[in-house]
């Protein structure tokens, strides 16, 4: 716990998709009735495939090569497993502004604000969704986000490549968009150590309550 009062988990090793969304789920419950506090989960997943709710079939390359799962986050066509640091953001946004838009923005900054500090520029990109950087000559997508809110209680949340197998991306066209590439830490030869990545995440989330806070302030 840290002294925000939000719950810091990292679990080792790597945990069943179907485990996490019903983890999540209870807690984000619990969470509403006011009985579990706000948390902050740090994972990685066996390779698998998730589909948002605006998943398209036809972006669905192999569905034979990993097991595919129907996440009921927003978002098309994903891809989770080892070298991936998945964050699941569990907060109570009805203290928090009640702005869906800022909360993603900030959960943006976030990730943005992690990867300067680990030596990689990244940035948004307009009309294309995630987080996006420069490899060599190309933009490529470094970062995924996708959350859930259910009566003001988030769920999901981003997933950054710090070296998964990049050839696992192949089984599906990434977030709907195929001209563009993914790229990871280890690819741009950048920090890898996933203890010194979980320290810089847990460093800049105090960006996050502070867009969050200025947000409230408004609403």
């Given at each position: 716990?840290?002294?925000?009062?939000?719950?810091?988990?990292?679990?080792p090793?790597?945990?069943?998709?179907p485990?996490?969304?019903?983890?999540?789920?209870?807690?984000?419950?619990?969470?509403r009735?006011?009985?579990?506090?706000?948390?902050?989960?740090?994972?990685?997943?066996?390779?698998?495939?998730?589909?948002?709710?605006?998943?398209?079939?036809?972006?669905?390359?192999?569905?034979?090569?990993?097991?595919?799962?129907t996440?009921?986050?927003?978002?098309?066509?994903t891809?989770h497993?080892?070298?991936?640091?998945?964050?699941?953001?569990?907060?109570?946004?009805?203290?928090?502004?009640r702005?869906?838009r800022?909360?993603?923005?900030?959960?943006?900054?976030?990730?943005?604000?992690?990867?300067?500090e680990?030596?990689?520029?990244?940035?948004?990109?307009?009309?294309?969704?995630?987080?996006w950087?420069?490899?060599?000559?190309?933009?490529?997508?470094i970062?995924?986000?996708?959350?859930?809110?259910?009566?003001?209680?988030?769920?999901?949340?981003?997933?950054?490549?710090?070296?998964?197998?990049?050839?696992?991306?192949?089984?599906?066209?990434?977030?709907?968009?195929?001209?563009?590439?993914?790229?990871s830490?280890?690819?741009?030869?950048?920090?890898?150590?996933m203890?010194?990545?979980?320290?810089?995440?847990?460093?800049?989330?105090?960006?996050?309550?502070?867009?969050?806070?200025?947000?409230?302030?408004?609403?």
């Open positions: 716990m840290d002294d925000t009062g939000i719950e810091w988990r990292i679990s090793g790597l945990t069943p998709y485990e996490a969304l019903a983890e999540m789920e209870a807690r984000a419950a619990a969470i009735r006011g009985e579990a506090n706000e948390c902050i989960w740090l994972l990685e997943h066996p390779p698998l495939y998730t589909a948002g709710t605006s998943a398209d079939p036809a972006e669905l390359l192999s569905a034979e090569r990993f097991p595919v799962y996440a009921g986050r927003g978002g098309r066509y891809y497993g080892p070298g991936q640091r998945i964050v699941y953001v569990m907060l109570d946004l009805a203290k928090r502004g702005d869906v800022c909360f993603v923005h900030a959960l943006e900054g976030w990730v943005i604000d992690s990867l300067a680990l030596g990689v520029d990244a940035r948004r990109a307009e009309g294309r969704i995630g987080i950087t420069d490899d060599g000559d190309k933009e490529a997508k970062g995924a986000i996708g959350v859930r809110i259910r009566k003001w209680i988030s769920f999901h949340g981003f997933a950054l490549n710090v070296a998964p197998d990049l050839s696992h991306f192949d089984g599906i066209v990434p977030c709907g968009i195929a001209e563009y590439p993914v790229t830490l280890e690819k741009l030869g950048a920090v890898t150590d203890a010194k990545i979980d320290a810089t995440i847990k460093r800049n989330f105090s960006g996050v309550l502070k867009t969050l806070e200025s947000s409230a302030r408004a609403y």
